[in-house]
């Protein structure tokens, strides 16, 4: 049986692209979601998200009448949910917009419809959410119960996009595609190949959850590594940029890059999901998510004793006189993005520090985050030169990599990504 109408529940960073790419392969697409503002942009046609390319593609899925959003399912022949999983204050994930979308959707699955998790999960989602599936309906049955003889197939799918390259990304890198029976794994790549050109790789659902959470771990590991090498150099006095790129002419070695510590939605999040399904064993996951965490705290106290060693050469000055250049607020260069960033949690602390004597530039913003408003300078990057006694460099953007050496002569430069090395 073919795809004629494809839900997508969770009109967000994924379930939208995702949406507007089965909708351009002149797919019927109702999107859903609990967001009224977000329900009314798309049906007229326009974004709520920052996404290139994207404004197009749902402005001409929506005026054909192949996308339309709604606040309340209807039946599909295929669903894909496509909803936040945060994790709790214990770092546990919660599962809750998943339960939601369960019950949203039971009521209106039919025999032969297919159900697809992308979110990304803890191993054992994808069978919880075939659980709440059939809580909810016992005339029809579910792979747990009748295998591949099930009226519904249910599979797990996980997005692997890059912010800002979604459209892209969505057709051409190969997806993992792990169903609950052979069966739902073969109709989950006969819909993903409506649109995608890479290759569908077919695993069972455990595993493609796994996979994805591995990814994301593994560039966790492999960022906490280089964050740990800096706080070693830092020590030792050795420039841990030169050390990179020098043991990176090892054939076999490829070091990834220090930083402030580790922002954005999945990087910091996911590893957790580890953590908590296996907590004895997951010692250098954790480890890592620590380190990584650990780093904005590090900065700051490096910030404070550049403003020590400033008194001490400054001895007419109190700390009242000091001023600090904070470079950067995105969670990494050249977007726009200030969701769970370091370099804004480091910024916000060094304001709460020291109110009203911070520069904060950030060129890919028109204005101050509400969160620093009141309490500290948003002025351009000459300018914070101009005046900065200190200068904290928190994100890579490209246009700091322009600044010349000599505007920073006179000044405690705390350089966190190596662009001044
Ligand atoms: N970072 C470093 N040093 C590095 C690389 C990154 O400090 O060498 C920092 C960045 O500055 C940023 C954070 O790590 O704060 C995360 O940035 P990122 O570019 O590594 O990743 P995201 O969060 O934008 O997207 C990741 C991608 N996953 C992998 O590369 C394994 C993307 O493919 C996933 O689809 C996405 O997570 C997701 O949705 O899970």
Not at 210 to 222: I, P
Not at 302 to 320: E, F, G, M, R, Y
Not at 360 to 382: M, T, Y
Request: net charge negative.
């Amino acid at each position: 049986m073919s795809f004629e109408t494809v839900s997508v529940i969770g009109l967000g960073y994924i379930g939208l692209p995702t949406a507007a790419m089965f909708a351009s392969r002149k797919k019927r697409v109702i999107g859903v979601d609990v967001n009224q503002v977000a329900v009314d942009t798309i049906n007229r046609g326009e974004i709520h998200i920052v996404e290139p390319e994207l404004d197009m593609i749902v402005s001409a899925a929506v005026t054909e009448g192949y996308l339309r959003a709604s606040l309340t399912p209807a039946p599909a022949d295929a669903f894909l949910i496509a909803v936040p999983t945060p994790f709790k204050d214990d770092h546990h994930p919660d599962l809750k917009y998943i339960e939601a979308a369960a019950k949203l959707i039971a009521p209106v699955l039919k025999k032969g419809d297919l159900v697809i998790l992308e979110s990304t999960s803890p191993v054992g989602a994808t069978e919880q959410l075939a659980a709440w599936l059939a809580e909810t309906r016992s005339d029809l049955s579910f792979p747990q119960q009748a295998g591949e003889a099930a009226d519904i197939n249910v599979a797990y799918c996980p997005e692997r996009v890059l912010p800002g390259h979604v459209v892209r990304e969505l057709v051409v890198n190969d997806r993992v595609i792990g169903g609950m029976t052979a069966q739902c794994s073969e109709r989950s790549v006969e819909l993903y190949k409506t649109f995608v050109t890479g290759e569908c790789v077919v695993t069972n659902a455990r595993t493609a959850e796994m996979a994805k959470l591995t990814e994301n771990a593994s560039r966790d590991v492999g960022i906490a590594f280089a964050n740990e090498l800096s706080i070693i150099c830092d020590k030792l006095d050795i420039n841990v940029w030169e050390l990179i790129l020098l043991a990176n002419r090892h054939p076999r070695v490829n070091i990834l890059q220090p930083g402030p510590g580790v922002g954005g939605h999945c990087i910091a999040v996911d590893p957790w999901f580890i953590v908590s399904s296996a907590p004895e064993e997951a010692k250098l996951i954790r480890a890592a998510r620590e380190i990584n965490d650990g780093k904005p705290e590090w900065v700051i106290e490096k910030v404070k004793a550049a403003v020590a060693d400033w008194l001490i050469s400054n001895p007419t000055k109190t700390a009242q006189d000091v001023s600090i250049a904070c470079l950067g607020l995105a969670f990494k260069a050249d977007i726009d993005d200030l969701r769970e960033s370091p370099a804004l949690q480091i910024t916000k602390q060094l304001v709460n520090l020291f109110s009203n004597q911070c520069l904060v530039v950030e060129p890919n913003i028109n204005r101050i985050p509400r969160s620093l408003e009141g309490n500290a300078q948003f002025v351009n990057a000459d300018d914070a030169l101009e005046q900065a006694n200190i200068v904290v460099l928190l994100v890579d953007h490209r246009s700091f990599k322009d600044i010349e050496l000599s505007n920073l002569a006179d000044k405690a430069v705390i350089d966190t990504r190596g662009v001044w090395h």
